[in-house]
C-alpha cells in the first residue's frame, strides 16, 4: 500500500498556478516544502509536477534506467532560441547522441587544459578592471562575472571576443539573450492566451534573431576563414560522430553554439557570486583560503599546475554549491510505472518529478544539522570522495549532466585566487543577507562588494 502524495488547495482550471511566484519559484517551492515536508504535487495549467526535497527520493529518481530528462517548463520555452542544442534537446533527439559524442572530449580534462590562457586572460580582464576603479567603487559582483563568465564561453568556444569589459552598455547579443531567457522563464508560469495578449511575443521573437544572426554571422565567417585552431567551433564544424559518422548540420551547430553561451555563463558567474558572499559572512573561511592561496602561490600568477593543489579552494566551491546551486531545479519524466521512497510513493509512467535541489542538498539526514551552514571543512580530506551516492548534484546527474562541469571548475579555480592575491574584499552593506533572483539560474540579489588592492602583495600584472 503506497502513501498518497500531498497536494495543496488549488484553483479552479488554473490549478496552483497562483501558489508559485513567477519572479522566485524556489521561495514557493520552499514554502511548500516547510509545509508539505518530503514530496507534494501540485497542478500548472493541465499537467501535474510532483516536487521531491529529500536526498532519498533524489537518490530515487537519480538513475537513467527508470527516468529521464523533462523538457517542459522554462526549458521547452528556451527551444524556442536554441532548438535541439545540448541542453534542451528531448531525450529522442538524434542530434544530442551526435552533438554529446563528438563534443564530450573537447570538455575533457585535456580539451579544458587548452584552454587555460584564454581562460586567464579574460580573468586578468575583471581583475584589471576593479584595480582601476580602485576601493571607492560599489562592484555588482554578479554583473562583473557575467561579463567575465560571457566572455571566456565564447573566446574559448569559437574564438570570438565579446568584449564585454570594454563597453559601457551591454552588447546587443548579451541583452537580447538576458531578456530572451528571463521571458523564456516567465513563460513557464503564464498561459501562453495572457503572453499573446500582453504582446510579449514581438520583443521576445527579435531577441531569438538577434542571437541566431550572431551565431549564423560567426558560422559563416569561420567557414570563410578557417583558423586550424580546433576550439569547439572547429569540432562541431568539421568532426563526425564517432557511433554514426554523421556531422552536425548548421542550424544545430548554431543551436549548441547559444547553448554553450547560455549554459556556459550565467550558471558559473551566480557560483562565483555565491562563492563571494559565502566568503565574506564567513570570515574564518575566508582566512584560511587566503593563507593557502599566498602559501601555494606567493605572489605568482595560478599555473595549470597549481590548481589542484588549492585544496581549501575546490571545497569551498563544493560547500557553496551544495547550498546554492546555480540550477536550484532540474525535471525527470518516470520511464515506467515506479515507486520511489522505500515503498512509499507511486510515480506513473510518464509523471515528471521535479527535483529541489537546492532543499535536498541540505538534507540534514546526510549534511547533519549543521546543513544551512558554510562549512567547507566537510568536502576536505576525502570527505568529499566518500558522500552517499547522487547525495551532491549540483551539475546534475547521470548522461545529462553537466557537459562543462570541468570548464566552470577551471575558469573558476583561475579567478578566485587572482582575486585573493590582490585584493583585500568586502561587502558594501555589512549587513547584507542573501536575497535571491532567478532566471533560469538563481544569483545573490544586489549584492555589491568593494575591493581595496592588497598593500602586502604587489602581483605583477
Ligand atoms: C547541463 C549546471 C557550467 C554546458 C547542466 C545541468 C546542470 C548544469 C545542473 C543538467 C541540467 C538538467 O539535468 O536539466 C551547471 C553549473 C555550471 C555549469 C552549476 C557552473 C558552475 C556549464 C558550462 C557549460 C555548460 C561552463 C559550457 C561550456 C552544459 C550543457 C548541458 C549542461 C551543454 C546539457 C548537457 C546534456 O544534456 O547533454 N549544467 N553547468 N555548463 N551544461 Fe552545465
Redesign the pocket.
Known amino acids: 500500500m503506497t502513501t498518497p502524495i500531498p497536494c495543496p488547495p488549488s484553483l479552479p482550471f488554473l490549478g496552483h498556478v497562483a501558489s508559485i511566484d513567477g519572479d522566485l519559484p524556489v521561495r514557493s517551492f520552499s514554502l511548500l516544502a516547510q509545509q508539505y515536508g518530503e514530496i507534494y504535487q501540485f497542478h500548472q495549467f493541465s499537467s501535474r509536477k510532483v516536487v521531491i526535497n529529500s536526498y532519498e527520493l533524489m537518490h530515487d529518481v537519480s538513475d537513467d534506467k527508470k527516468f529521464i530528462?523533462?523538457i517542459s517548463g522554462a526549458?521547452e520555452q528556451v527551444r524556442n532560441g536554441v532548438g535541439d542544442?545540448?541542453?534542451?534537446?528531448k531525450p529522442d533527439e538524434e542530434n544530442?547522441g551526435i552533438?554529446?559524442r563528438l563534443?564530450t572530449p573537447a570538455?575533457g580534462s585535456v580539451g579544458i587544459r587548452d584552454m587555460f590562457d584564454d581562460m586567464y586572460d579574460v580573468a586578468m580582464q575583471l581583475v584589471m578592471k576593479w584595480e582601476r576603479f580602485g576601493p571607492g567603487a560599489a562592484i555588482n559582483a554578479a554583473e562583473d562575472f557575467t561579463r567575465m563568465?560571457f566572455d571566456t564561453?565564447a573566446l574559448?568556444?569559437m574564438s570570438y571576443r565579446l568584449n564585454t569589459f570594454y563597453r559601457e552598455t551591454n552588447h546587443p547579443f548579451v541583452q537580447s539573450m538576458a531578456d530572451f531567457l528571463l521571458e523564456s522563464g516567465h513563460r513557464a508560469f503564464r498561459a501562453s492566451v495572457v503572453t499573446n495578449i500582453l504582446g510579449y511575443n514581438t520583443k521576445y521573437e527579435a531577441n531569438i534573431k538577434t542571437m541566431a544572426d550572431l551565431a549564423n554571422k560567426i558560422i559563416a565567417e569561420r567557414k570563410n576563414n578557417p583558423t586550424g585552431k580546433n576550439d569547439?567551433l572547429d569540432r562541431m564544424l568539421h568532426g563526425k560522430d564517432p557511433k554514426t559518422g554523421k556531422q552536425l548540420s548548421d542550424e544545430n551547430i548554431s543551436y549548441?553554439l547559444l547553448?554553450?553561451l547560455i549554459?556556459?555563463?550565467e550558471?558559473?558567474s551566480?557560483?562565483l557570486s555565491f562563492l563571494m558572499y559565502y566568503l565574506l559572512k564567513n570570515p574564518e573561511a575566508m582566512r584560511k583560503l587566503r593563507e593557502e592561496i599566498d602559501e601555494v602561490l606567493g605572489d605568482q600568477p595560478p599555473g595549470l599546475q597549481d590548481l589542484s593543489k588549492l585544496k581549501y579552494l575546490n571545497a569551498c566551491l563544493r560547500e557553496c554549491?551544495r547550498l546554492s546551486?546555480?540550477?536550484p531545479t532540474?525535471?525527470?519524466d518516470a520511464r515506467d510505472d515506479t515507486i520511489i521512497g522505500n515503498g512509499k510513493y507511486a510515480i506513473r509512467k510518464g509523471q515528471t518529478v521535479i527535483i529541489a535541489?537546492f532543499l535536498t542538498q541540505r538534507d540534514p539526514k546526510i549534511w547533519g544539522d549543521d546543513a544551512n551552514e558554510f562549512k567547507p571543512e566537510r568536502m576536505l580530506d576525502g570527505s568529499f570522495e566518500k558522500l552517499p551516492p547522487h547525495a551532491w548534484?549540483?551539475?546534475?546527474?547521470g548522461?545529462?549532466?553537466?557537459?562543462?562541469?570541468a570548464?566552470?571548475?577551471q575558469?573558476?579555480l583561475i579567478l578566485v585566487p587572482l582575486l585573493l592575491q590582490r585584493f583585500e574584499l568586502a561587502m558594501e552593506n555589512p549587513s547584507y543577507d542573501l536575497a535571491l533572483k532567478q532566471t533560469l539560474?538563481i544569483k545573490p540579489k544586489d549584492f555589491y562588494i568593494r575591493a581595496t588592492p592588497r598593500k602586502s602583495r604587489a602581483v605583477p600584472l
Open positions: 530528462k523533462n526549458l542544442g545540448l541542453f534542451t534537446a544530442w552533438a554529446h563534443l570538455f563568465t564561453i574559448c568556444a569547439l549548441n547553448t554553450f549554459a556556459g555563463h550558471t558559473t551566480s557560483t554549491m546551486p546555480p540550477s532540474r525535471a525527470v535541489v548534484q549540483p551539475f546534475g546527474f548522461m545529462r549532466a553537466c557537459i562543462g562541469r570548464f566552470a571548475w575558469e573558476m539560474t
